[in-house]
Nanobody
């Protein structure tokens, strides 16, 4: 069992940066790939980024490539999402998820989910 707790969300202006953190409980964190998803008001949840269990592979949705960076620290049981050059369209609740080994863009490939953290970007 893995419990995930996100933090780091907030209200920022367009062009600003935020770093989201997702702290995991349990000793098996390093055995899982991790993903970040987001859900904007009135929209379905969408994939943002994923990282393999070792950190050796990373994947991004096209809309965040070059602006967002996913990373993990297995010693701290934490995965991060560094978000730079934020845009109003990045406004959403951001969720981290754990599951699989190599990283996936599909929600169904993740077994554990956090409660989400709100990111609001004003123009």
């Amino acid at each position: 069992q893995v419990q995930l707790v996100e933090s780091g969300g907030g209200l920022v202006q367009a062009g600003d940066s935020l770093r989201l953190s997702c702290a995991a409980s349990g000793r098996t964190f390093s055995s899982y790939a991790m993903g970040w998803f987001r859900q904007a008001p009135g929209k379905e949840r969408e994939f943002v980024a994923a990282i393999s269990w070792s950190g050796g592979s990373r994947y991004y949705v096209d809309s965040v490539k070059g602006r967002f960076t996913i990373s993990r620290d297995n010693a701290k049981n934490t995965v991060y999402l560094q978000m730079n050059s934020l845009k109003p369209e990045d406004t959403a609740v951001y969720y981290c998820a754990a599951g699989g080994l190599y990283g996936s863009r599909k929600e169904g490939d993740y077994n554990y989910w956090g409660q989400g953290t709100q990111v609001t970007v004003s123009s």
